[in-house]
């Protein structure tokens, strides 16, 4: 079975400019998460969904990022505009919910590099 | 709020050497908790978890972690570790009802030869 697929893998971006990452969960999760990893804040939830609804955005650094999930199988991250800061690995995860604790599997990652 | 520590950074280790990285959680009551492994480049895999029951876990690639609630800690133990073992693991906890899993910074394991 496919994982949790994710693109690009790879993006290297202007400040200031939008930046759209994009996520296809594993067929049939009803979870979807966003985490970001840095060297300084190691991996951070960023926001999480079930059954296409946002649960918990507590995560999300400012208002220049923004998450939707308008249907089962595909979720974006945008940033908007990005800066340098917002360099890192956004991952996204996702897991069959039936009951809290589920392994969450992830995805390969998008690394962003800002300059 | 739960949280969790990884007090070892970096670790080196011969291959055929054992291993145990440690992992300290505060929570409450019982957390789930959980070891990933991360090879360069890659996500997390799932190693093991723990939720209820026998305190010591198996989990794949021949590891085992140990929960014990005195101490607060799941260290993550592998007898004889190979050079493929190379990489960052870390451990993460999570409350009841919740998804908020909070992730350890990571112990970066190197295998010597």
């Known amino acids: 079975d496919a994982g949790v697929i994710q693109s690009p893998r790879h993006e290297v971006t202007e400040m200031g400019q939008e930046v759209t990452l994009r996520c296809k969960p594993i067929?049939?999760?009803?979870?979807l998460f966003w985490y970001r990893q840095t060297m300084m804040r190691g991996l951070e939830l960023l926001i999480y969904?079930?059954?296409?609804?946002?649960?918990?955005d507590s995560g999300m650094p400012e208002d220049r990022f923004s998450a939707k999930m308008p249907n089962a199988s595909f979720s974006t991250l945008k940033i908007q505009p990005s800066e340098p800061r917002d360099s890192a690995v956004y991952f996204c995860?996702?897991?069959?919910?039936?009951?809290?604790?589920?392994?969450?599997?992830f995805g390969e990652g998008s690394w962003l590099t800002v300059v | 709020a739960q949280s969790v520590t990884q007090p070892d950074i970096h670790i080196t280790v011969s291959e055929g050497a054992s291993l145990e990285l440690r992992c300290n959680y505060s929570y409450g009551a019982t957390p789930y908790l959980f070891w990933y492994v991360q090879s360069p480049g890659q996500g997390l895999q799932l190693l093991l978890k723990y939720f209820s029951g026998d305190t010591l876990v198996q989990g794949i690639k021949g590891f085992e972690a140990e929960f014990k609630r005195s101490q607060s800690s799941f260290n993550l133990r592998k007898p004889s570790v190979h050079w493929s073992d190379a990489a960052e693991y870390f451990c993460?906890?999570?409350?009841?009802?919740?998804?908020?899993?909070?992730f350890g910074t990571g112990t970066r394991l190197k295998v010597l030869a």
């Open positions: 993460a906890v999570g409350a009841s009802g919740t998804y908020k899993y909070i």
């Open positions: 969904f079930n059954n296409n609804v946002p649960i918990d």
């Open positions: 067929s049939g999760h009803d979870y």
């Open positions: 995860a996702s897991s069959l919910g039936r009951g809290y604790g589920n392994t969450i599997y």
